[in-house]
């Protein structure tokens, strides 16, 4: 399994990213996908998840500002970011777990991840 995160650059608070992260190696459809992030001098955190059937989860601090999706035809899961803040500089990561029809909120539940993507909001 391989996943591999892009989208990631730098934007001015109150600016949008779309972060995309492509999956090989598998059936898409039947995988939870998620994103986490590391801030520099921070431990890694829970993002965002998608269920392998839509559902959708996010953290408090990018609840209403950020929107997961997922294209199983492309076996790409997105994360439109809106509303940036300075907060939100961090590497981000895709990641999935590797048993089918399963997520979670922490990252020990995620077996597969990808190479992380930079994001720098600036102030």
């Known amino acids: 399994v391989q996943l591999q995160a892009s989208g990631g650059g730098l934007v001015q608070a109150g600016g949008s990213l779309r972060l995309s992260c492509a999956a090989s190696?598998?059936?898409?459809?039947?995988?939870?996908m998620g994103w986490f992030r590391q801030a520099p001098g921070k431990e890694r955190e829970f993002v965002s998840t998608?269920?392998?059937?839509?559902?959708?989860y996010y953290a408090d601090s990018v609840r209403g500002r950020f929107a997961i999706s997922r294209d199983n035809a492309k076996s790409t899961v997105y994360l439109q970011m809106n509303s940036l803040k300075p907060e939100d500089t961090a590497v981000y990561y895709c990641?999935?777990?590797?048993?089918?029809?399963?997520?979670?909120?922490?990252?020990?539940?995620?077996?597969?991840w990808g190479q992380g993507t930079l994001v720098t909001v600036s102030s």
């Open positions: 990641a999935s777990p590797r048993r089918p029809f399963r997520s979670g909120h922490y990252d020990h539940e995620y077996d597969y």
């Open positions: 190696g598998r059936t898409f459809s039947n995988y939870a």
């Open positions: 998608i269920t392998w059937n839509g559902g959708t």
